[in-house]
Structures are given as structure tokens and as C-alpha cells.
């Protein structure tokens, strides 16, 4: 099968923002889904260079506008290079192939009898590149609620393209196939546009700077091609038309074409499936638009001032916070932004909320998945993966309900859904671990049954590396060298069918995928991770089962530093090594213990309670710890008695 994807090529009067990440995010995601799937994918992106507005910003910078949009260009491409975009082609409109297309589609479309010359008198929002009528405007401004610049009086002979012609047609497309605009809601937008009437629309210009008219069209000297119709016709361009007939009858007409609302009723849901109407050529199959990221509440975009949100510094804050890596930031934008807000509507973009989806999805729920059970792998079984066991059906279903969910979502770009359900599949996976104690089979001996545990744990891993890796490529990758799986070839089918995460394969060496986040929230609500001042005589009510205290990890731990909580006198931080790891752990021991007294010493701590963040300091386990007989200001740690292996289980 071949899948087709396009983004809006952007305009290179600015470099992108957020917003502009977003839609090719979404492509990416989709193609890498696709090649996943085994389809022979081409996703296209690029650059919109012979706009008015290229020209003005150009000027601004006393540039010529073809090296300033080669500038631009590149910085795109680099762009998308570090946020891990897959294209395939990246087409820029002053190309040679570019004009040489357009002029071939123009051409078509005078010879259909569709193009005719009149006389163009009316106002131009250069902003936005398009044509109003008088009573379109809003006190003599463009009447785009984003843009609202002044407009400009042209009046110059003209070329129009018959798109009133078009209305019947288009409406009967619309009613015939139902999921050709998405979303639902804007499809209706669509068909209020089309039956309040289509105007024929000026499709030149007098400029210098464009695609001239082909010379076959009566009154081209001097004419260049409207930016709209020039920018369009990329996504024919990219798959071949007009001289590579094969390429074209292969990838056309394209699968989906991606964007925003912004461009969709006007220019994509109605002039372009006009003109390809006219042209004779097959429509895209589906047309799909989504919300914008706003700030404040407003549109993020490239022409408002103030400090806009760009993919470089957001990537920059998330690091520092967090203390992540490039390509892991990198991934938690990319999760973010899908799972953030339901594709089609609008969402408001904040640093806090991506620290908030990074601590609580990807360091908790995905971080510690890998970070409870590679430990255990090494500890108890060498590093070596135990012999695959049949299916755990709490795993498994939880899985193929994943893969399910995630297939039907993506069909949809429903991205936030096909997170929600991957995420319900790795809840599953967390509570397999919580529920099995592997730590606890390992006391008990019961060897079979920690080998089916740790086996099943990690092949849900895997399986999760799988879902995830269109949305988080490189982490995905990372996940597959910590299993031992480097150089696998990741496929679809493989995603939810159990046992093929070979046994016996050596694990490779564990570095923590997503760090916590000191300033990122925690779903935990905040407490102060010692033991409870108050040491009630538990009543019978009040009694838990072996299997019960089972499930708590205690380990042995040796302090390695220890310093005061700033503006907070009774917590220490502290750094505990456990063996194969070294956690934060913040105590409220500061009114008994210096901190230099505890450097070197061991202690017995909680090694699986759910992280919490305490006076802005992600804290790692709780230490135990007493209070003092007849003095209710002093506490006393728990330490072994004689010296105990760093890491060994207390039971
Ligand atoms: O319109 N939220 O280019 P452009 C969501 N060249 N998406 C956003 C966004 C935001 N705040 N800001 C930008 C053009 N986008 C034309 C397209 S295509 C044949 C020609 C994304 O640079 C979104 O995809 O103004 C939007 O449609 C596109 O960038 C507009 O990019």
C-alpha cells in the first residue's frame, strides 16, 4: 500500500513556530505509522517562497528575497533535523520543478475553459495573501480575526479562475464521501462557505517575483501566478506530476493532506479540489484540519510580536528543567503536543503543562516502567532475559487493546486517543509489576514463577517500545538497546503479538530514559518522604497480609551526599546509593542530623513508594526512621546492624 502525506509548505517570512511543528509532527507520526505498517510512504513538506510577504520581510532585512528565502529554507530543514522529521521530499516553490509544474497545471486549466481575463479592482491583505470585497472588511482592515493589518488597493488587469462553477460539485463530493474533510464540525464550516456562494477568484499578479504565466494564456506579459495557486500545486509537484507519469499515477492523489484551520475552508477544502476538478485530476482523499496552539488565548503565529514559542528554546527549558537529553526532549515535545489536545481544536501552549505531561507520562508511567524491571532483570537473573512464558492475559489483552486502539485512532488522527489507550496498556503493565512483587518471589525462592514475571514485564516493554515509536522515535530506540534489542527491525504486527522478545538476550546498560523533573509536577501530592511521626497500635482493621507487606521494596542503602532543602529546617536531600542506581530521597531528619554526619552511612529505605516532589525536590523513596524514646524532637534512621550489600532486599 502507499501512503501519501502532505503538510502545508510555510511561508519562510519567519522561521516556524510551535504551531508549525505541530502539523509536521503530525505527519511525521503518521508516515512513521505507515512505514511501520510496511507501506511505501511519501510525506512531503516544504517551504512557500514567492509570496508578497517573502519579499517585504526580505526588504526589511535589505536582503535580496531569493538569498533570504534560501536562509529560511535551511533553517526549516534544520529545524525539522531536530525535531526528528522523516521526510521524504522537502519542495521549495522557487524550484525548477516547482514552476515548471504550476505552469503545466495553469495551462491546464486555461485550456478547460475555467480561466478567463478581466479586470481585478479590489483590496489585498498582504499578510494573508487574498483578496476581500469592500464589505468583507472590518473597519477597513483584513477581516482574518488573527491578522487585522491594513489592506491594499489593487487594480490591474487579471486572470480569474471559475471556481462559482464549482459549488454544485464540490457539495456533491462533500455528501458522497463522508470522510473526506475532517473534522466533522469543520466540514460544516465548509458547506455554509460554499453554499453562501463561491466568487470566481483573481488567480494573477503583476510582480517580479512569482511563477510567470505560461505564455500559452492570452494577457501573461508580465503576469506572475497568484501564490495560493503556485503553492497548491506542490503537493502534485512532489509526486511527480508533470513529467514523471509513473511516480504520479502511483502517489497520487494523496492520502491525506494536513493543516490547520486557518487554511482549510477557503483555500484547501474548496479552491484546490476546484481547480484539480477543472485540471481533471483525482481529488486528495481526505483533507483534515486542526486547531492552533494559542498563547494567552490568541492564535501562536510568526507576524505577532512578543516572544513567540519556538520548538529551539522550548526544547532548551525542557532540558534544564529536567535535566534530559536533546533527543529525549525532543520526544516529550512530540508526545505533548498529540496528547495535549484533541486534534481539530484549539490548545493553549505552556512550559508548565509540558513539564506536567513529561514528569507524570514519561518519567512515571513509561520512565519507570523500564527503570523497576531492567534492575531486577540484572540483580536476579545477571542481565540475562528469562525464557519467553506464554501470554500474561492481563498483559496481553491490555496490549492488543492497545495496538487496536492505536490503529483505529490513528485512522482518525485521533492522536490524543491512541495515546490515552497506549498509556492505559503501560497503567496495565505498572500494576502487573505492582501486583506480582517480583522482589518478593525473589525472597521466597519461587524461581519459575520470577522468571515468567520478569519475562512478561519486559516483553510488555517491548511491546510499548513498539506503540510509542512513531510518536517517540529515538526513545523507542532507546528503550530497545537498554532490552538488549539493538538493530531489531521494528514492525507493526509485532507491536501486540506476545513472546518475541527472545530469551537469554543480554540486557544493555540502564540510563534513566526521562530524569525527574525538579520543577515538573507530580501526581503525588506532595508529603515528606520519612516514616509517620504518629505510631498507632494497629488495630485488626488496620492489618495487612503477608503478600500485602510483600509488595513493599525495602533495600539497603548507602548515603553518598547529603545537603539542607533550602528555606525548609527539617529536610535534608539526599542521595542514596543503591547499587545499581543512586535515587534522591528528601527526609525530614534535619533537626537530628547534620548533614556531613550522614555521608557514608547506610540505611534501610522504601525503594518502590511513588515519587513525590517536596519543596520543589523530586524525592526518590523514603528513608526509615524512628523517633527517639522520651524526646519527640529527635529522630534515629534505621540502619543495619553489620554491613549489608548495597541494593539487598530487607525482609
Ligand atoms: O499558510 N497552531 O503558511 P504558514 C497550529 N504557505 N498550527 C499552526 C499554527 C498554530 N498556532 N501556526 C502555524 C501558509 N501553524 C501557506 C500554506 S499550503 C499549500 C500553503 C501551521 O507559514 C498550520 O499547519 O502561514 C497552518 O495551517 C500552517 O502552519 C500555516 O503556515
Known amino acids: 500500500m502507499k501512503f501519501y502525506v502532505t503538510t502545508p509548505i510555510y511561508y519562510v517570512n519567519d522561521v516556524p513556530t510551535v504551531g508549525h511543528a505541530y502539523t509536521t509532527i503530525a505527519c511525521d507520526v503518521l508516515a512513521r505509522y505507515h512505514r511501520l505498517r510496511g507501506d511505501e510512504v511519501l510525506f512531503t513538506t516544504g517551504t512557500d517562497e514567492n509570496a508578497l510577504k517573502v519579499v517585504r520581510a526580505a526588504e526589511a532585512q535589505g536582503i535580496e528575497p531569493k538569498p533570504f528565502a534560501d536562509d529560511m529554507a535551511d533553517r526549516f530543514r534544520q529545524e525539522w533535523r531536530e525535531l526528528d522529521i522523516s521526510y521524504d521530499d522537502f519542495i521549495r516553490t522557487t524550484e525548477e520543478r516547482q514552476h515548471r509544474a504550476v505552469q503545466v497545471f495553469f495551462d491546464s486549466l486555461y485550456r478547460s475553459g475555467d480561466l478567463y481575463v478581466g479586470k481585478y479592482e479590489g483590496w489585498y491583505c498582504v499578510s494573508d495573501e487574498t483578496y476581500f470585497r469592500e464589505e468583507e472588511l472590518i473597519e477597513g482592515r483584513c477581516p482574518n480575526p488573527e491578522c487585522g493589518k491594513k489592506v491594499e488597493w489593487m487594480s490591474e488587469p487579471a486572470h480569474f479562475f471559475r471556481l462559482s462553477k464549482y459549488e454544485q460539485a464540490l457539495l456533491e463530493q462533500i455528501g458522497r464521501d463522508p470522510g473526506w474533510l475532517l473534522p466533522e464540525f469543520r466540514k460544516n464550516e465548509v458547506v455554509n462557505f460554499i453554499r453562501g456562494g463561491l466568487r470566481d477568484v483573481c488567480i494573477s499578479r503583476h510582480s517580479d517575483w512569482g511563477i510567470p504565466m505560461p505564455s500559452t494564456v492570452p494577457d501573461s506579459e508580465g503576469a506572475v501566478i497568484y501564490v495560493w495557486v503556485d503553492a497548491l500545486v506542490n503537493y502534485l509537484t512532489c509526486a511527480g506530476y508533470p513529467d514523471d507519469r509513473d511516480r504520479f499515477e502511483h502517489y497520487w492523489p494523496a492520502d491525506v493532506h494536513v493543516m490547520a484551520k486557518d487554511i482549510f475552508v477557503r483555500f484547501h477544502a474548496s479552491m484546490w479540489p476546484a481547480m484539480l476538478m477543472s485540471a481533471g485530476l483525482p481529488l486528495p482523499k481526505r483533507i483534515v484540519a486542526h486547531g492552533w496552539w494559542t498563547q494567552g488565548g490568541e492564535k501562536i503565529s510568526k507576524s505577532r510580536g512578543g516572544a513567540v514559542p519556538r520548538p529551539g528554546p522550548v526544547l532548551e527549558m525542557l532540558m534544564e528543567e529536567t535535566g534530559c537529553s536533546r533527543p529525549r526532549a525532543v520526544d516529550a515535545l512530540r508526545y505533548y503536543m498529540l496528547r495535549q489536545v484533541p486534534f481539530g481544536q484549539d490548545g493553549e501552549f505552556t512550559g508548565e503543562g509540558l513539564l506536567i505531561r513529561y ?40 496490549a492488543k487493546a492497545a495496538a487496536g486502539g492505536w490503529d483505529k485512532a490513528v485512522s482518525t488522527l485521533d492522536f490524543r486517543g491512541g495515546l490515552e489507550v497506549i498509556w492505559e496498556f503501560l497503567g496495565a503493565a505498572n500494576r502487573y509489576v505492582d501486583h506480582k512483587a517480583p522482589w518478593a518471589l525473589a525472597k521466597s525462592g519461587d524461581d519459575a514463577a520470577l522468571d515468567r514475571v520478569l519475562y512478561a514485564a519486559a516483553e510488555a516493554i517491548r511491546i510499548a517500545a513498539c ?48 530524569p525527574r523533573a525538579d520543577a515538573a509536577k507530580s501526581k503525588a501530592s506532595p508529603g515528606e518522604h520519612t516514616a509517620p511521626k504518629s505510631s498507632t497500635s494497629a488495630g485488626k482493621e488496620a492489618m495487612i497480609s503477608l503478600k500485602e507487606f510483600q509488595k513493599l521494596e525495602l533495600r539497603v542503602g548507602e548515603i553518598v551526599s547529603a545537603e539542607r532543602v533550602p528555606n525548609a529546617d527539617k529536610l535534608l536531600k539526599l542521595s542514596v546509593d543503591l547499587g545499581e542506581e543512586t535515587r534522591t530521597m528528601v527526609a525530614g531528619i534535619a533537626l537530628s542530623y547534620k548533614p556531613e554526619e550522614l555521608v557514608g552511612r547506610s540505611v534501610v529505605v522504601v525503594a518502590n513508594l511513588e515519587p513525590a516532589t517536596i519543596r520543589g525536590v523530586r524525592s526518590e523513596g523514603m528513608i526509615l526512621a524512628g523517633w527517639v524514646e522520651g524526646d519527640d524532637q529527635s529522630i534515629a534512621i534505621v540502619t543495619p546492624d553489620r554491613p549489608v550489600p548495597k541494593g539487598s532486599v530487607v525482609s
Open 359 to 398: 514528569a507524570d507520562d514519561l518519567a512515571n508511567d513509561l520512565g519507570n516502567l523500564l527503570h523497576r524491571v531492567l534492575p531486577m532483570i540484572r540483580r536476579y537473573r545477571q542481565g540475562l532475559i528469562p525464557a519467553p512464558c506464554q501470554a500474561e492475559p492481563e498483559l496481553h489483552d491490555a
Open 467 to 514: 506503540l510509542v515509536a512513531p510518536v517517540m522515535p529515538s526513545t523507542s530506540d532507546e528503550i530497545e538497546r537498554q532490552l538488549g534489542l539493538e538493530g531489531w527491525e521494528r514492525r507493526w504486527p509485532q507491536a501486540s503479538e506476545w513472546g518475541l522478545l527472545p530469551g537469554g538476550a543480554t540486557i544493555g546498560q540502564s540510563e534513566r530514559l526521562f
